[in-house]
């Protein structure tokens, strides 16, 4: 989001985006601290 407008980070909630993204995918921890992703059908 660095390079976003500044106007955009305002109103952007990135917490309330990355709760939501957990209901309609599976959030897996991977090695060296990154995640994997699936999408639930």
């Known amino acids: 989001m660095d390079g ?3 106007e955009a ?3 952007f909630n990135w917490e ?3 709760r ?3 209901f ?3 959030v897996a921890d991977a090695p ?3 995640v994997f ?3 639930s059908l």
Request: hydrophobic share 25%.
């Open 20 to 22: 939501d993204l957990k």
């Open 32 to 34: 060296d601290g990154g």
């Open 16 to 18: 309330a985006w990355t």
């Open 9 to 11: 980070q305002r109103y």
């Open 24 to 26: 309609e995918y599976t």
């Open 37 to 39: 992703i699936y999408r």
């Open 4 to 6: 976003w407008p500044e």
